[in-house]
């Protein structure tokens, strides 16, 4: 009887051994598996604000609530050269940092105008990939675009 229970509380110890590793990390890392970017989760935070603030939740939900940030980081992992994800990961790296130089001024519109800025590049990406994922979100294809199935209604007097 003492046998059968020792080797059920050995297979027991075994399985919760096997099943550590994957409590143990992650506590700093994205939140989606990413391939070629290496993103930590404050990085993730801080391109969730960014996106926040390309799309402002109103009477529709923002860019964080949508979870476009987690869209972004896919499509600039995925679609992306490896020059542009460079970009990108320094862009994120140096936003805090160029973001002090813009107190009290209305920052994204200047970083758009200006293609000499650093951020240029990095601004591009996140904001076209963006309005991207928010133009092919569930909530903007349910409750914005009127989807009608092919061939539509019929309509007798459409001249042809």
Same mark, same amino acid.
């Given at each position: ?88 990961? *320094? &862009? ?6 160029? !973001?002090? @130089?813009? +107190? ?27 309005? *991207? &994922? ?6 903007? !294809?349910? @409750?914005? +675009? ?15």
């Amino acid at each position: 009887m003492q046998r059968r229970t020792a080797v059920k509380q050995l297979f027991f110890i075994a399985g919760g051994i096997v099943l550590f590793p994957s409590c143990w990390g992650g506590a700093n890392e994205a939140s989606i598996a990413l391939r070629k970017l290496h993103i930590n989760a404050e990085q993730e935070n801080l391109l969730a604000e960014i996106v926040e603030s390309i799309i402002p939740e109103t009477d529709s939900p923002g860019g964080r609530a949508l979870h476009l940030h987690l869209f972004v980081l896919k499509m600039i992992d995925d679609c992306h050269s490896e020059e542009d994800q460079q970009v990108f990961v *320094q &862009g994120l790296k140096d936003w805090d940092q160029e !973001m002090n @130089n813009f +107190v009290g001024k209305s920052y994204l519109t200047e970083i758009e105008k200006d293609k000499a800025h650093p951020l240029f590049g990095f601004f591009m990406m996140t904001k076209r990939r963006t309005i *991207q &994922g928010y133009l092919n979100s569930e909530y903007v !294809m349910r @409750n914005k +675009v009127i989807y009608e199935l092919v061939p539509g209604r019929y309509n007798g007097y459409a001249k042809v």
